[in-house]
């Protein structure tokens, strides 16, 4: 969202709660939006992830646009390196958006993050999950990422596939991530702080 020069970020935490999800709305990096008056925050129930997540989207829309502000879908560009995938046998891609080797276990699946795998880079919009049973381009995918002492849920799209292995590039998909929780956020910026000094350590760029 831009107000005349003055950007915020805004975004929406999506969980199953029960046999329903529900999604809440915040400003970026982790303020959640109340209901007036302050007596909690504001939630969103669907029968689905996507159906909470439309519901607080819209909202969003609706309060962009009674106080006449532009409202831009970070989704709606995504990079090359994680929106143009090239086949479903295999892929090569130069992103914009600097991915950080970084391996650490997640799960994931379509209807049920079940399969374990472990990842092998990240950026704050995407995620390459190594595995030998990658799911198909352009299916919807939950991700359950593991990170120190908490587990991050994630949702988004395959972008790409890879199912032969080449040379330092393991098997495995590309996902590009939707509306990734500030918690990711904070965690990857924390990557790329360490790789930034081990590079300054070094002298050496180290490679993405």
Not at 51 to 63: K, Q, S
């Amino acid at each position: 969202m831009a107000d005349k020069g003055r950007l915020e970020y805004y975004g929406v935490l999506i969980a199953e709660a029960g046999e329903c999800w529900r999604a809440r709305v915040f400003t970026y990096p982790n303020m959640l939006w109340s209901v007036p008056g302050g007596r909690g925050t504001i939630k969103f129930a669907g029968a689905t992830a996507k159906e909470a997540e439309t519901l607080a989207v819209d909202f969003l829309r609706d309060h962009c646009d009674s106080r006449r502000f532009t409202m831009q879908d970070a989704n709606e560009e995504p990079s090359a390196g994680w929106g143009q995938g090239t086949t479903d046998r295999s892929a090569t891609h130069a992103g914009k958006e600097r991915r950080h080797p970084c391996k650490v276990p997640i799960r994931f699946g379509q209807d049920k993050a079940s399969q374990a795998a472990t990842t092998a880079n990240l950026s704050p919009g995407g995620i390459y999950i190594a595995t030998d049973k990658p799911m198909e381009k352009g299916k919807q995918i939950r991700m359950l990422l593991d990170v120190q002492a908490y587990t991050i849920p994630l949702s988004g799209t395959v972008a790409w596939v890879r199912v032969n292995e080449e040379a330092g590039k393991p098997r495995g998909m590309g996902v590009r991530l939707l509306q990734p929780p500030a918690l990711f956020l904070r965690y990857v910026a924390g990557v790329q702080e360490q790789v930034a000094e081990i590079e300054a350590a070094s002298g050496t760029p180290g490679k993405a």
